[in-house]
């Protein structure tokens, strides 16, 4: 089985940064997509990010030029570096991954969630 480990949220000032981390663990052949989904209260999960493993990138327009995604392959690991955070991206930020798993079936995975709550 594949595991999702985030971690990095925490309550920042806005303007502030954070750096969310997302540590891929168990068995699977590829990732095709990692990437970077919250969910506020009251709202739909939304995307944020994603990164294939083309290093083609997608960006929600609310958070282009504020935040980057990055992976690392050799740690599977993904990151979203968040700047000049703004109270509306307050969330619980979650990390997904799809690819292939050892048997060769599609496959998508879930981390548990990390929050990041940004004051005013």
């Known amino acids: 089985q594949v595991q999702l480990v985030e971690s990095g949220g925490g309550l920042v000032q806005a303007g502030g940064s954070l750096r969310l981390s997302c540590a891929a663990s168990?068995?699977?052949?590829?990732?095709?997509?990692m990437g970077w989904y919250r969910q506020a209260p009251g709202k739909q999960r939304e995307l944020v990010a994603t990164?294939?493993?083309?290093?083609?990138?997608n960006y929600a327009d609310s958070v282009k030029g504020r935040f980057t995604i990055s992976r690392d392959n050799a740690k599977n690991t993904a990151y979203l570096q968040m700047n000049s955070l703004k109270p509306e991206d307050t969330a619980v930020y979650y990390c997904?991954?799809?690819?292939?798993?050892?048997?060769?079936?599609?496959?998508?995975?879930w981390g548990q969630g990390t929050q990041v709550t940004v004051s005013s």
């Open positions: 997904h991954a799809e690819g292939v798993s050892v048997w060769g079936a599609l496959a998508d995975y």
């Open positions: 168990g068995s699977f052949r590829s990732m095709y997509v």
């Open positions: 990164k294939t493993s083309g290093d083609h990138t």
